[in-house]
C-alpha cells in the first residue's frame, strides 16, 4: 500500500510563491512510486476537489488545468521519490488544501482513469 506525503503548504501574500511537495513510500518489491503517474488535485473551501496537474512516470508528459498555466510547474525527482509543485503568481483563488494523488497507469490526463493512492492534503492560504 502507497502512502503519499504532502508537505510545503502554508500562507503567502497574493503574487508570491509556494513550492509543495509529494514523497511516495510503502510500495511492495520491485515496485516504485517512480513508475506512477502523479497529479497534484485541490480542494477550495464549498467546492469540488478539482485537478491541478499531472505529471508521467519519467516527465515526458505533463498536463496542467487551465488555470494554472503559466504560473504552475510540476517537476519530479527520482532520487528523492518525490513530485514538486511550484507556484508562482499565486491568487486568492489558489486557495485550497492540495492533495497529490498516484496510479500506475501512465497518463498524465485528469480523469480518464481513477487514481489509485491519495495523500492526506496541505492547506495553501493566498491572502489578499
Known amino acids: 500500500q502507497m502512502q503519499l506525503q504532502e508537505s510545503g503548504g502554508g500562507l503567502v501574500q497574493v503574487g508570491g510563491s509556494l513550492k509543495l511537495s509529494c514523497v511516495g513510500s510503502?510500495?511492495?518489491?520491485?515496485?516504485?512510486?517512480?513508475?506512477?503517474?502523479v497529479a497534484w488535485f485541490r480542494r477550495a473551501p464549498g467546492a469540488e476537489r478539482g485537478f491541478v496537474a499531472a505529471i508521467s512516470w519519467n516527465s515526458d508528459l505533463k498536463n496542467y488545468a487551465d488555470s494554472v498555466k503559466g504560473r504552475f510547474a510540476i517537476s519530479r525527482d527520482h532520487s528523492a521519490n518525490s513530485v514538486s509543485l511550484q507556484m508562482n503568481s499565486l491568487k486568492p483563488e489558489d486557495t485550497a488544501v492540495y492533495f497529490c494523488?498516484?496510479?500506475?497507469?501512465?497518463?498524465?490526463?485528469?480523469?480518464?482513469?481513477?487514481?489509485?493512492?491519495w495523500g492526506q492534503g496541505t492547506q495553501v492560504t493566498v491572502a489578499s
Open positions: 510503502g510500495v511492495g518489491a520491485g515496485e516504485s512510486f517512480n513508475y506512477y503517474a
Open positions: 494523488a498516484s496510479r500506475r497507469i501512465d497518463s498524465v490526463d485528469a480523469v480518464a482513469y481513477p487514481w489509485d493512492y
